[in-house]
């Protein structure tokens, strides 16, 4: 059975880019009417250089760069969940950690930022916990609908 579950996995190498760069709104975050609370009050972060104000902050961002260093440190890789595609839209994004999850499916990290960047997807995320632990902690979030 493992054998099939990778060999239906894409790589997360496949297309892989060195240098993404910060993406269409230069990094900065969205706003829009249903910007969630946790979005206002997270650091925006516009730059691989920018560092939490402090342990445990919420950071925010939409820059490619960012996102994809912050995952690949975690070894982390793009992924999607099957069975929520939309035709030949990818369904629901996700960045898998490794925890064995089935329903995950790998993708490149061009097509998980495509698809990012059409939705208008905020990243709001943790670098470490209050305790200085490294943390894993994201979510995606669209400021334009409730249900993102």
Known sequence: MAADKDSTRGSGDAGRHDDLGPGPDDGKIRQGPESSKSLKYSQEVTSPEDEPEREGRSLATTHH??????????????ATVEGTE???????????????????RHISWDEWFD??????????????????????????????REDA
């Open 65 to 78: 760069e960012v996102i994809r260093q912050w995952a690949e440190a975690r070894e982390g890789v793009p």
């Open 86 to 104: 939309h035709g030949d839209h990818l369904g629901v994004l996700r960045i898998d950690f490794g925890g064995g999850n089935d329903k995950l």
């Open 115 to 144: 698809t990012f960047d059409s939705r208008k997807l905020n990243f709001i995320y943790q670098e470490q916990r209050s305790d200085g632990q490294q943390s894993n902690f994201f979510r995606l979030e669209n400021p334009n």
